[in-house]
């Protein structure tokens, strides 16, 4: 999963990264801001297009640079650095569609194996969070680093 992977650039506290997608759209820039909620040691991945003009992050924009798997393996390396500099924390990912939210289960289930080796996963299911399953629909994920 985390073969072909863009070059990114990180913030001193290892919250923040950016880095350029390339394809036939151009290049894009794209952030990764993990945000700390209002539950102490839980924090939100938030992702989207830094707009140049302005530096807005907006995680509605729709790229479709070619590049998805490697724009999605990016995301979760950065998951790994974000967890060795914040070991007990938990991260939130949902997206901002359902279709989004459906692509990172797809991403999730496809390097399920791959991921469970060092990570803890969570569906928020109809009514509670439950450890991940493939072939169930949820509605966001929990994260957790393996220690």
């Known amino acids: 999963m985390l073969n072909d992977l863009y070059d ?12 350029i997608s390339s394809g036939p759209k ?3 820039v794209k952030v990764i801001r993990y945000s700390e909620i209002n539950v102490k040691g839980f924090y939100n991945l938030g ?11 907006s995680d509605m924009a729709v790229t479709n640079n070619n590049d998805s798997q490697k724009v999605l ?6 998951l790994y650095a974000f967890t060795d ?9 949902t997206g901002s569609t359902e279709a989004r939210t459906r692509l990172y289960r797809m ?26 399953s493939k072939n169930i629909t949820y509605g966001a994920f929990l994260v957790r680093r393996k220690i």
């Open 107 to 132: 991403g999730i289930t496809n390097n399920l194996s791959e991921i469970e080796k060092d990570f803890i996963v969570f569906g928020l299911g109809e009514t509670d969070w439950e450890p991940f």
């Open 26 to 28: 151009g290049s894009v």
């Open 47 to 57: 992702f989207g297009d830094k707009d140049p003009m302005t530096n807005y992050i």
């Open 73 to 78: 393996a990016t995301v979760a390396a950065t």
């Open 8 to 19: 990114v650039e990180t913030s001193v506290d290892l919250q923040t990264f950016e880095f």
């Open 85 to 93: 500099a914040h070991p007990n924390s938990t991260v939130i990912v």
